[in-house]
Structure formats: structure tokens, C-alpha cells
């Protein structure tokens, strides 16, 4: 059987099934609408302070959408046994986690528009590297995935996915140089910033779209694709061994 074939059911199916959803397509646009509103009227740098905090609001709304998505989904259809029917289909477990993470990846990405399209209605974005930009939004996505992954295959139920994840997701926003540098941070919160791969998503935002960053791009891209490696491969370790064995 092709691979792709069965990748393109499942997503088809959790697209249908969850992302798809009134409420899901309402909250996954309220929520970074939210998060972008609250950021820049607060700002107090006016609309010159917009394209400051457009890499940290970009995803800070690609962190959260994610996670949140797919630490849920795959909590409950391990609790209602739905989960159980995939892990008998004929293909890897490799290429279902794939395809389970693929539909919160397109809606991580889809959540980065909505700071970019608003921030257009105020502020002047052609010097923004869109290449790059993308890169970078895809990236987080992909991490972020995968962490809400490893999240959800770690517990039994929702709420515990939830707890789990805010515990994770937190100390994120304060410390991954969202709204401020890594390097204001005290000398000994330092190396737990470098630790967390949001910080080198959020850089690379950085230098995408105000051509700073505190490392080159490249450094950046290989650093999280290290980090979607390990984590994609941890979690399915992990899936055999309590969902399966």
C-alpha cells in the first residue's frame, strides 16, 4: 500500500472530524485574533511596536493552536478506543503518527496568518522575508506538534493532556525570547531557554521579519529540525510501549 494513501484517510478524516468543526474553526481564529489584539493594544509603542512583537505573537498562536489541538484529539480517541481500530490498519506506526500530527501542523500554519493579516491593516510587512517566514512557521508547527504528541501519549485523559501541556507551554512565553531577549533573562534561566525549542522558532521569526536574530538561520533550522526528529521519535517509542506491548 502506498503511503500516502493512508496518510491522506487519516488526515481526511481527523479534518472532518475535529479540525473542520464550527466551534474548532471559530476558536482556532478567535484565539490568535485574541492573543494579537491583546499584544498589540498593550504594546504602548503604538503602531511602530507592532513589528516588534509580531515574531513572539506569531508563535506564541502557532504554540498554543497546536498543542492544544492534538494533546485533545489523541487523548480522547485513545480514551474512546477509536485509536485502537488505527494501530491495527496495515502501515507503520511511524506513518499513522504522521498522519495524526499532519492536521494539527495545517492548523498551526493556518494560525500564523491571523497576526500577520492583522498586523497588514496597520503597519507596512514587504520588508518581511516570506521564505523565510514560512520556514519558520512551518518549523513550529512541526515541533509543536510533535510535543502535544508526546504530551498525549504520556496521559490517560483530556484534562490531563491540558494540565500537562500549560505546564510545558508557560514557562515558554517568558522564556523562549517571545516579547524579549534570551539574553535580558538572569544568567541561570539561560541555559533552560536555550533547552526549549520555541526559542529558535521565535528567532528565526526574529530574523524573517525584522532581520535580527541572535543565530544564523541555518543553526536555527537544523536545531529544530533536531528537536521535531527526536520528539517524533521519542513519542512513537513511547506509543509502543504503553499503547501497545
Known amino acids: 500500500m502506498k503511503t500516502w494513501i493512508p496518510l491522506f484517510a487519516i488526515l481526511s478524516k ?23 489584539g491583546m499584544f498589540f493594544i498593550r504594546s504602548g509603542g503604538g503602531i511602530g511596536g507592532i513589528m516588534e512583537l509580531l515574531p513572539g505573537v506569531t508563535a506564541l498562536s502557532i504554540l ?6 492534538l494533546a485533545v484529539t489523541v487523548t480522547f480517541e485513545k480514551k474512546s478506543r477509536s485509536f485502537d481500530r488505527l494501530l491495527l490498519s496495515p502501515i507503520t506506526l511511524e506513518t499513522l503518527m504522521l498522519a495524526k500530527t499532519s492536521g494539527a501542523i495545517l492548523f498551526g500554519v493556518a494560525n500564523a496568518v491571523v497576526p500577520v493579516l492583522m498586523a497588514m491593516l496597520f503597519i507596512d510587512v514587504s520588508g518581511v522575508s516570506w521564505p523565510l517566514f514560512a520556514a519558520a512557521a512551518i518549523l513550529i508547527a512541526v515541533v509543536s506538534a510533535f510535543l502535544g504528541l508526546f504530551v498525549a501519549v504520556a496521559v490517560s485523559e483530556v ?23 534570551v539574553q535580558s533573562l538572569p544568567v541561570f534561566l539561560r541555559p533552560l531557554a536555550y533547552a526549549l525549542p520555541v526559542t529558535y522558532g521565535a528567532d528565526l521569526l526574529r530574523r524573517a521579519i525584522l532581520g535580527t536574530g541572535m543565530m544564523n538561520q541555518w543553526m536555527n533550522i537544523s536545531i529544530l529540525t533536531g528537536y ?7 513519542t512513537v517509542k513511547n506509543v509502543r510501549r504503553r499503547w501497545i506491548s
Open 14 to 36: 481527523d479534518m472532518k472530524a475535529y479540525y473542520l468543526k464550527p466551534p474548532n474553526i471559530s476558536w482556532g481564529l478567535i484565539f490568535p485574533f485574541a492573543w494579537t
Open 64 to 69: 498554543f493552536g497546536t498543542t492544544s489541538m
Open 159 to 181: 484534562f490531563e493532556a491540558q494540565t500537562f501541556s500549560n505546564f510545558i507551554r508557560f514557562p515558554m512565553v517568558f522564556l523562549c525570547g517571545l516579547f524579549f531577549p
Open 228 to 234: 521535531c526528529t527526536v520528539l517524533f521519535f521519542l
